[in-house]
């Protein structure tokens, strides 16, 4: 009887060193989290062709023109491109790339960033100028989603200069880059959020304003901005599961943190 509990021991202290990689994490979550990584950018791919095809298919294409409706279709999609997108990947490059020097990972991250900040102001631009060049002109920030949208945008142009200036260029002390970091993780997840709240409440607006709910024809696409939204919500919600498994953060900085970007 000792001999097969002998056995047994050594058989699930072979499994469990088969099982787990070389920074201890078990390979079958690892398999898991990665796998969860792939469904959020397919959620999140196909949440975009659906917002591309409703504006570029159903409600009169894209723009910079004379017709405004065009204009204006540039502010959903690179809206939800660049802050809902683009940023939810951005937050998780850290927990994708574990093993990459950090230096990289900093420069996809703020890269990806800046791509969101740019797609935003983009996309403002186009419901700025949709407004603007209207006869007669409407007004502008009267609505709960613009007012929320217009915050997140000014907060996460704030989040970026301050993340590029403490992390990557200049960057500060490590110090000081210690105790931004609750701060910055704070704030890069609420902004997300926040963006995601804009991203739904831009949906109804949108709907109600231009009578989807009225229109017993236009049914299928109200169905279609609906399962983007569900798409979208999934996707937020991979993301921020994602980034709170403790079990896949990256292993300590090495040297190469505490070098100037300058070497």
Not at 26 to 35: A, E
Not at 119 to 132: A, C, E, P, Y
Not at 182 to 199: E, M, N, Q, Y
Request: aromatic content about 16%; some cysteine.
């Amino acid at each position: 009887m000792r001999d097969w509990q002998e056995k047994l021991e050594i058989y699930f202290l072979s499994m469990s060193i088969v099982n787990y990689d070389e920074i201890g994490v078990p390979k079958k979550s690892t398999q898991w989290y990665y796998f969860m990584v792939t469904f959020s950018q397919i959620v999140g791919i196909i949440a975009l062709i659906i917002i591309g095809v409703l504006f570029g298919q159903y409600r009169g294409g894209f723009g910079w023109g004379s017709d405004l409706t065009k204009v204006f279709n540039n502010h959903p999609l690179l809206m939800t491109l660049g802050m809902v997108f683009f940023y939810g990947d951005a937050i998780l490059v850290y927990r994708v790339f574990p093993n990459t020097k950090k230096l990289f990972v900093k420069i996809l991250h703020g890269t990806l960033l800046a791509l969101s900040l740019i797609l935003s102001s983009i996309g403002l631009k186009g419901v700025f100028d949709s407004h603007n060049r209207a006869v007669p002109p409407l007004g502008n920030l009267e609505t709960l989603h613009s007012w929320i949208g217009i915050i997140t945008v000014t907060l996460f142009g704030l989040q970026w200069v301050c993340g590029f200036t403490t992390y990557l260029f200049p960057k500060l002390s490590e110090s000081i880059r210690q105790a931004y970091m609750p701060t910055h993780r704070f704030w890069g997840k609420t902004i997300f959020i926040f963006a995601l709240v804009s991203f739904m409440t831009g949906i109804v607006e949108y709907c109600v304003f231009e009578k989807l709910y009225d229109d017993s024809t236009l049914k299928s696409q109200r169905n279609m901005f609906s399962i983007a939204g569900i798409l979208f919500l999934i996707f937020a919600a991979i993301i921020i599961y994602l980034i709170g498994e403790n079990d896949f953060q990256r292993p300590p900085d090495n040297d190469d943190e505490h070098r100037p970007l300058t070497e």
